[in-house]
């Protein structure tokens, strides 16, 4: 009963608060930034939707993943940037504005990658046989958890900028809030398997989520993207949805243990995004005096 309480009324009402947040913080100049940035813009979303999928199924494979926890990670590789990422990115004196759009773009993209990328993963790791189909309805409830919420705030920010200004902050915490109780509600129920799940998937979720930062900045910077426009990109692809991957995958996957992978990678991408970010903050700052010095 309580796993049911909290698949089917609290984890989409998390994740809806969560969305909306996301939902303020956009608008149609978001989405029309691509042209803005073209270069980084498609560096980002192809190194998302693309190699990152590659990468964590050779991490699956490489670390003998269980089918279904194979499956959670490939899941979490498929969810779009949480919200974090605009955070982070901030913090490491990223291009927040690019982060805006990357998160919208992907966003948008992921209604359909996801569920692709989740089908053919199940059918790669667990057969035909015992794969769960992603019927219609469970597409469209993809969509619902993910679009329609973020439309809504759209739209208050559209007809209600001043509003939607007063609103950013209060949802933010409370999507921060509610973002550690969808994580502590994930390891609570499994609290008496969590130290095995860890050693399972421990591992394989910590190289996962340092090869999303390595990547995400890494390849940017090889394909002359800017420093702070490669920090953007590195938080956004290091920094996924989370819990987005967990009610996904009590709700609609209806599978407790493929929820595992996306809970323990949101305790670990933290700390890594936290030093990672440090780490850019510091060269940004010792980069300032050093050009500053330079003679005109």
Request: charged letters at 10%; proline letters at 5%; glycine letters at 8%.
């Amino acid at each position: 009963m309580e796993r049911d309480v909290v698949a089917t009324v609290f984890l989409p009402i998390a994740l809806g608060v969560i969305m909306l947040g996301l939902g303020l913080t956009l608008q149609l100049a978001d989405f029309k930034r691509v042209i803005v940035y073209p270069r980084a813009v498609i560096v980002g979303l192809c190194a998302q939707m693309l190699l990152l999928p590659a990468i964590c199924l050779g991490i699956a494979h490489a670390f003998a993943l269980p089918p279904e926890l194979a499956v959670g990670l490939m899941l979490l590789a498929a969810s779009p940037g949480g919200a974090t990422a605009n955070l982070f990115s901030h913090l490491a004196k990223g291009d927040v504005a690019l982060n805006i759009t990357l998160t919208a773009v992907n966003s948008v993209l992921s209604l359909v990658t996801m569920p692709l990328i989740v089908g053919l993963s199940m059918q790669h790791f667990m057969g035909t046989d015992k794969a769960i189909p992603l019927q219609l309805d469970k597409v469209l409830a993809v969509v619902a958890v993910i679009l329609v919420p973020v439309v809504i705030g759209m739209v208050v920010r559209s007809k209600n900028a001043s509003l939607a200004n007063r609103l950013e902050k209060p949802v933010r915490i409370i999507s921060a809030v509610f973002l550690v109780l969808v994580i502590a509600a994930a390891v609570i129920k499994q609290r008496s398997e969590i130290g095995d799940q860890f050693a399972e998937v421990g591992l394989a979720a910590l190289a996962f989520n340092v090869a999303s930062l390595a990547v995400g900045y890494l390849l940017p910077r090889a394909f002359g993207v800017v420093r702070k426009q490669a920090v953007a990109i590195g938080m956004e692809i290091g920094i996924h949805n989370g819990t987005l991957a967990i009610t996904l995958a009590l709700t609609v996957l209806e599978s407790q243990r493929m929820s595992v992978p996306p809970a323990i990678y949101s305790l670990i991408m933290f700390f890594t995004a936290g030093a990672f970010g440090a780490w850019m903050a510091k060269r940004s700052d010792e980069e300032v005096p050093a050009a500053a010095s330079q003679p005109t």
